[in-house]
C-alpha cells in the first residue's frame, strides 16, 4: 500500500518553500558594523569638567572631508579632534551650525594628508522613506569614550518604538530641536554617542543620535534619533520663518551660517547688552539690564535672558561671549538664541558702531 501524504501537509510544505527567509535572534551583523564603523569619527573638544563629556562621534559625509555631528558643547574649542577608523588624527573647524535642527558641520583641515574612501551618502539618506514602529535598526556611536584611535564604535541592537515630535528638555532648558524623531527601543543616547547614527539592518543610513535629554512629559530620559530628512523653520531678517533641513546645510557648507572664529578680538560693535558682573571663572552671559534705543532693546532682548548661542556658536561664558562678538564688525547682523524662563527665543541683533572714548 501506498501512503499518501494529506492534502493540508502538502500545502504546508510548498509554503515553506517559498516564504522569506525570517532573520535570526543570533544573526551577526559584525560585517555591517566593520562597513558602517569606516564611516565615523570620533570627536575630541571642549568638557571633562562638571560631568561635561569632552568626547563625541561624527559621520563622514564626503571624501574631502567634511563630518556632520550633533550640535553641542564640545565643539566649542579651537582644539576639535578627530579619530578616522584606521587611527588617524587629524584637526578640524566647525564650518556651520543650525541650533534648530541641532546639527553641526565639521571639516578636517589637513587636506594634504586626507585620502577618505569610505563615507556616508547624506543625499541617499534624505531620501529615505520614514521607518516605521516595529523595524529593527542598529545604533552606532563612540559611548563612555570606549572607542579611541583604530578601536571600533559600539554597536546596539534595538527596533523603532516611535516616530514622533520630540518634547524633551536638559535640566531647565528646553531641547532646540522639536521636529519629528525616531524613539529607539535601546539605550542609544549616553554621554559621547551625540552625533553617532542609526541605520537599518543592512548599514543603510537613518537618522542621528542626538544628546542626553529628558522626556518633558514623563521626566525620564528618552534614546531618540533626528532623521536626516528632518526639516525646521527658522526666523528669517525681516520676522518671517524660513524652512530649512539637512541639505541645506550640507550643500552649502560655509556659506550656509558661518560659525565665528575662536580667536580673541578687540570689541568695535555696540550691541546694548549690560550683562552681570563677571565675578567668577566662568559667569554665565545673563542679561542684566538692556539700554534703551539700543540694537538689544530693538531686538526685545530683556533683562535676566540667558544668552545660549550666538549664531548657533554655544557661549558658555560672559568672556566666551565677548570673544565671539569682537569678531563682528559694525552694523552685522548676528542671530541670537536666549533662554527666557522655560523658553527658547530666536533674537537678531544690528550691532551699531562701537563710540571710542575721547582721551582726557
Known amino acids: 500500500m501506498r501512503r499518501h501524504l494529506p492534502l493540508a501537509g502538502v500545502l504546508a510544505l510548498a509554503a515553506c518553500c517559498f516564504l522569506p527567509r525570517v532573520a535570526r535572534t543570533d544573526e551577526s551583523f559584525a560585517k555591517v558594523a566593520e562597513e558602517v564603523n569606516l564611516k565615523l569619527v570620533k570627536l575630541f573638544g571642549a568638557g571633562g569638567i562638571r560631568g561635561l563629556a569632552s568626547y563625541g562621534t561624527g559621520v563622514?559625509?564626503?571624501?574631502?572631508?567634511?563630518?556632520?555631528?550633533?550640535?553641542?558643547?564640545?565643539?566649542?574649542?579651537?582644539?576639535?579632534?578627530?579619530?578616522?577608523?584606521?587611527?588617524?588624527?587629524?584637526?578640524?573647524?566647525?564650518?556651520?551650525?543650525?541650533p534648530e535642527l541641532d546639527m553641526a558641520l565639521c571639516k578636517i583641515k589637513d587636506q594634504k594628508r586626507l585620502?577618505?574612501?569610505?563615507?556616508?551618502?547624506?543625499?541617499?539618506?534624505?531620501?529615505?522613506?520614514?521607518?516605521?514602529?516595529?523595524?529593527?535598526?542598529?545604533?552606532?556611536?563612540?559611548?563612555?569614550?570606549?572607542?579611541?584611535?583604530?578601536?571600533?564604535?559600539?554597536?546596539?541592537?534595538?527596533?523603532?518604538?516611535?516616530?514622533?515630535?520630540?518634547?524633551?528638555?536638559?535640566?531647565?532648558?528646553?531641547a532646540t530641536y522639536k521636529g519629528d524623531v525616531y524613539v529607539i527601543d535601546a539605550i542609544t543616547n549616553n554621554p559621547g554617542a551625540g552625533g553617532g547614527v542609526i541605520t537599518t539592518r543592512k548599514g543603510e543610513l537613518l537618522a542621528m543620535i542626538g544628546k542626553e535629554l529628558r522626556n518633558e512629559l514623563t521626566n525620564t530620559w528618552i534614546n531618540y534619533a533626528i532623521p536626516f530628512n528632518a526639516v525646521v523653520e527658522v526666523?528669517?531678517?525681516?520676522?518671517?520663518?524660513?524652512?530649512?533641513?539637512?541639505?541645506?546645510?550640507?550643500?552649502?557648507?560655509?556659506?550656509?551660517?558661518?560659525?565665528p572664529k575662536m580667536e580673541a578680538a578687540k570689541l568695535k560693535t555696540d550691541h546694548g547688552i549690560i550683562l552681570v558682573p563677571n565675578v567668577v571663572e566662568r559667569t554665565p552671559p545673563y542679561v542684566?539690564?538692556?539700554?534703551?534705543?539700543?540694537a538689544?532693546?530693538?531686538?526685545?532682548?530683556?533683562?535676566?535672558?540667558?544668552?545660549?548661542?550666538?549664531?548657533?556658536?554655544?557661549?558658555?561664558?560672559?568672556?566666551?561671549f565677548?570673544?565671539?562678538?569682537?569678531?563682528?564688525?559694525?552694523?552685522?547682523?548676528?542671530?541670537?538664541?536666549?533662554?527666557?524662563?522655560?523658553?527658547?527665543?530666536s533674537k537678531t541683533l544690528v550691532l551699531g558702531k562701537r563710540a571710542e572714548k575721547k582721551a582726557n
Open 60 to 98: 563622514v559625509i564626503s571624501r574631502d572631508g567634511y563630518i556632520l555631528t550633533i550640535n553641542s558643547h564640545i565643539l566649542d574649542t579651537r582644539d576639535l579632534r578627530v579619530h578616522l577608523a584606521d587611527g588617524t588624527r587629524y584637526q578640524a573647524d566647525v564650518v556651520a551650525r543650525e
Open 115 to 174: 585620502a577618505l574612501q569610505d563615507y556616508f551618502d547624506i543625499e541617499a539618506a534624505a531620501k529615505l522613506p520614514v521607518m516605521e514602529p516595529g523595524k529593527h535598526v542598529l545604533g552606532f556611536s563612540n559611548l563612555f569614550q570606549i572607542a579611541t584611535r583604530d578601536e571600533a564604535m559600539s554597536v546596539q541592537h534595538g527596533v523603532i518604538a516611535a516616530h514622533a515630535k520630540l518634547a524633551a528638555r536638559l535640566g531647565v532648558f528646553e
Open 235 to 259: 526666523p528669517t531678517k525681516d520676522g518671517g520663518k524660513l524652512k530649512v533641513g539637512v541639505m541645506d546645510m550640507v550643500k552649502l557648507k560655509e556659506k550656509y551660517r558661518p560659525a
Open 288 to 294: 542684566e539690564e538692556v539700554r534703551e534705543n539700543s
Open 296 to 320: 538689544a532693546s530693538k531686538a526685545d532682548l530683556r533683562p535676566d535672558d540667558l544668552i545660549v548661542y550666538v549664531d548657533g556658536y554655544p557661549v558658555q561664558d560672559i568672556n566666551g
Open 322 to 345: 565677548e570673544r565671539i562678538l569682537g569678531t563682528y564688525a559694525p552694523g552685522a547682523e548676528v542671530r541670537l538664541e536666549v533662554q527666557r524662563g522655560e523658553k527658547l527665543l
